[in-house]
């Protein structure tokens, strides 16, 4: 098994290492800025969701019509043109948030960036081909944050999804 997600990650770099260079590199205080997001994020899961919204900036989070359970701003700036699009705060019972996710959009965080700031990631998903999505994640406290690629587009991260770890360890089986 170690093997194996060896050989994920190390076909990972090299597939990173050749993504485009058209789309901008966000800037290292901008990565920095996201990094502390998703983390402060991270560890405030589950939690009241007052103290979670204080962390999303710049949003002014309403109640999705499609669902009472579920908090949505339409964009949020995490860093000058870094920003989080779609947020969704997925509520729980007793005013709790359960899960954050959100689009990306602005500048680009590359897969080398996330493997450096993380070294040893699980592979959640592996994309068959350029239409499905590469999830790669780490447990940070007591939550996993899922970092999503598209296909082979290893240079710009598109989604970031929060949740509890137990429920992605127990789906893969690694706990």
Excluded at 43 to 54: C, S, T, V, W
Excluded at 62 to 71: C, K
Excluded at 146 to 166: E, H, L, Y
Aim: hydrophobic fraction near 40%.
């Amino acid at each position: 098994m170690k093997i194996c997600n060896y050989v994920l990650a190390v076909s990972f770099v090299l597939l990173s290492s050749a993504a485009s260079a058209s789309e901008p590199k966000a800037s290292p205080q901008a990565q920095q800025k996201f990094w502390a997001l998703t983390e402060q994020i991270a560890l405030a899961l589950p939690g009241d969701a007052r103290d979670l919204r204080k962390l999303i900036p710049s949003a002014a989070l309403r109640p999705d019509s499609s669902s009472s359970s579920t908090a949505r701003s339409k964009s949020a700036e995490i860093a000058p043109s870094l920003f989080a699009n779609d947020v969704a705060v997925v509520m729980g019972k007793n005013n709790h948030a359960d899960s954050v996710s959100f689009d990306l959009s602005g500048s680009c965080i590359p897969f080398s960036s996330v493997r450096k700031r993380y070294p040893n990631l699980i592979v959640i998903n592996h994309a068959a081909d350029d239409l499905e999505w590469n999830t790669l994640g780490t447990q940070v406290g007591d939550s996993m944050i899922a970092f999503w690629f598209q296909g082979t587009k290893f240079g710009c991260m598109r989604k970031v999804d929060i949740t509890p770890a137990s429920r992605t360890l127990s789906r893969l089986n690694t706990n």
